[in-house]
């Protein structure tokens, strides 16, 4: 018993308990205050304006990866601070050019895009699609340098401005009747009103930003050149595979199923991805720095999962006995179907847990080539398992195999993670 109370102070002492607890309350907060609105967003917006909106996101989503070439992501990893305010510079100079990129494509092209998904009321929506891209690439690049700085209460002001202010603002224009231009202000102004006061929060750790140096700058791009060249194709794959359902389906199926999934794939991702991208973003620079110092982390990688499957999982199973009439009940009766789907999507969304957590491992080991062929065949699976479920002119059954292949796939990516952590135990004591 002793033995197992001092392992237990020693984690509750530990800085990376410290931190992912910092982060995970704030994320908490976060998706109580999302959660506690959605009932009324819900009986403000009809599924087929959620369904509108969720496509949306999702082409917003997959260009976003494209504003800083993802060379944000690699603003952890050096030992020199002056190689992290490059990478830091040119994925701000990236972030702006590719917004004038899209805006000018939009301004001319807009209505062409609309015409390729089949979808009129894209026309009015996409012109807010270049600032949706600025906030992104903006964020993200702030986001990575707070990470390195061990910054994560600025994180967290984030997280909990931005589900404040965009379900706010959600509720509010939902009142006034402004249809799907309410979800897509309520989550710009959200995504600004945050970044801007983190931003101020921070400001006395990024004065010494002000000082450009072209050179080190092309030099920190050559030096990463692999995250635009294997790192961005793969987070490209990840967003289209995530967002394939809504993508593809809405070709053949009524914008109302689409809304229906939209909502739970909202409810359960959410919460998932920001536990996730938590303990990835202080796992991130505490592993980054192990490594580089030769240190094991095999074993702080097997506690965590560890953990999960003790504290997390059980939520899980217990979700899966919640009746579909519930949702309806909490959502309105028109949100019904919710309760299905997510269902169908919990081993899934477990799994992302630990997929997203761990997901900075090919990034340390460089094997951003490898992940990138991992997820060009995960995508693949995904069109096929939805294609089959159209076959069959059935949404339902396009989302059950769906669901059957993500899990799938995600299992394998935990198995090839912890490959990569025992190759590197087993040649670090090989060097000893």
């Known amino acids: 018993m002793n033995k197992i109370e001092n392992r237990l102070k020693h984690i509750y002492a530990s800085e990376f308990f410290k931190h992912s607890a910092a982060l995970l309350s704030s994320n908490v907060l976060a998706q109580i205050i999302v959660f506690a609105v959605y009932p009324i967003i819900t009986r403000l917006y009809a599924p087929k304006i959620f369904g509108e909106f969720n ?55 807009g209505k ?5 998904f089949h979808q009129e009321q894209l026309v009015s929506l996409l012109p807010y699609l270049p600032f949706y891209l600025l906030l992104w690439g903006f964020w993200h690049t702030l986001n ?39 979800l897509v202000w309520g989550q710009l102004l959200g995504q600004f009103f945050a970044t801007t006061v983190s931003l101020i929060s921070g400001r006395s750790y990024l004065k010494h930003l ?7 700058i ?41 809304g229906l999934f939209s909502l739970a794939l909202t409810i359960g991702l959410t919460p998932v991805n920001l536990f996730g991208d938590s303990v990835c973003q202080v796992l ?23 953990m999960c499957l003790i ?10 006995f919640v009746p579909n009439e519930a949702f309806g009940f909490l959502f309105g009766e028109h949100w019904a179907g919710v309760g299905l789907y997510l269902k169908l999507l919990l081993p899934g969304l477990f799994l992302s847990i630990l997929v997203a957590s761990l997901s900075f491992l090919p990034n340390i080991f460089f094997k ?65």
């Open 55 to 109: 496509l949306f996101l999702c082409i917003v989503g997959i260009l976003a990866f494209f504003t800083t070439g993802r060379y944000e992501a690699a603003i952890v990893l050096p030992k020199q601070e002056k190689k992290a305010v490059a990478l830091f510079h040119l994925s701000l100079l990236l972030t702006l050019f590719c917004f004038i990129f899209f805006f000018v494509i939009v301004h001319f092209f």
């Open 112 to 116: 062409n895009i609309a015409a390729l």
């Open 144 to 182: 990575y340098y707070f990470v390195r700085q061990k910054r994560y209460y600025n994180l967290s002001v984030y997280n909990i401005t931005q589900s404040s202010v965009s379900s706010g603002m959600k509720c509010f224009l939902g009142f006034k009747g402004c249809s799907v231009f309410g």
């Open 210 to 216: 002000k000082q450009w140096d072209k050179q080190e």
């Open 218 to 258: 092309i030099a920190v791009a050559k030096t990463y050149s692999n995250f635009p060249k294997f790192q961005l194709p793969h987070n490209l794959l990840n967003a289209f595979a995530g967002y394939l359902p809504v993508l593809l389906l809405s070709f053949y199926f009524e914008m109302g199923n689409i």
């Open 284 to 306: 991130y620079k505490k592993m980054s720095e192990q490594i580089q110092n030769k240190i094991a982390i095999r074993h702080q990688c097997f506690l965590f999962c560890k």
């Open 311 to 320: 504290f997390i999982l059980p939520f899980f199973i217990l979700l899966a």
């Open 368 to 432: 951003q080539k490898t992940a990138a062929q991992i997820e060009f065949i995960y995508v693949i699976l995904k069109a096929m398992s939805l294609l089959l479920g159209v076959y069959l002119q059935s949404f339902d059954l396009a989302i059950a195999f769906y669901c059957i292949v993500i899990t799938f796939m995600l299992a394998i990516k935990v198995v090839w993670y912890f490959r990569l952590i025992n190759k590197y135990e087993l040649l670090k004591e090989m060097k000893l």
